[in-house]
């Protein structure tokens, strides 16, 4: 069982930085496949960025501005998010499963088995 604990939300102006933390347990962090996901208010859950071991892949809106990393050694994953924009408004959900998923299934929400409660972030214009 891998319990995920998100911290690190709350509110911006835009142009802002807020960065994310997720803390991981479980005894193999390191082969885990993590992501973050969002979900604002009427909309569905849409993925963000995913980490594999040092391979990244980020949503188009927000390449260039957000970065996901992880330290394995201390189970945590990161999301940097720089020049924050009111569409950056939503819930956002840190995730896990176990193993590579592969590039078409690291974008979808039932391939993740592991979830957080999520963390709110609010970008003021």
């Known amino acids: 069982q891998v319990q995920l604990v998100e911290s690190g939300g709350g509110s911006v102006q835009s142009g802002g930085s807020l960065t994310l933390s997720c803390a991981a347990s479980?005894?193999?962090?390191?082969?885990?496949?993590m992501a973050w996901f969002r979900q604002a208010p009427g909309n569905p859950r849409e993925w963000v960025a995913s980490i594999w071991g040092s391979d990244t892949h980020y949503l188009a809106s927000v390449k260039g501005r957000f970065t996901i990393s992880r330290d394995d050694a201390k189970k945590t994953l990161s999301l940097q998010m720089n020049n924050v924009q009111p569409d950056d408004t939503a819930m956002y959900y840190c995730?896990?499963?176990?193993?590579?998923?592969?590039?078409?299934?690291?974008?979808?929400?039932?391939?993740?088995?592991?979830w957080g409660q999520g963390t709110q972030v609010t970008v003021s214009s």
């Open positions: 479980g005894n193999t962090y390191a082969t885990y496949t």
């Open positions: 995730a896990a499963v176990v193993g590579w998923i592969g590039s078409n299934r690291r974008l979808l929400e039932d391939s993740y088995h592991y």
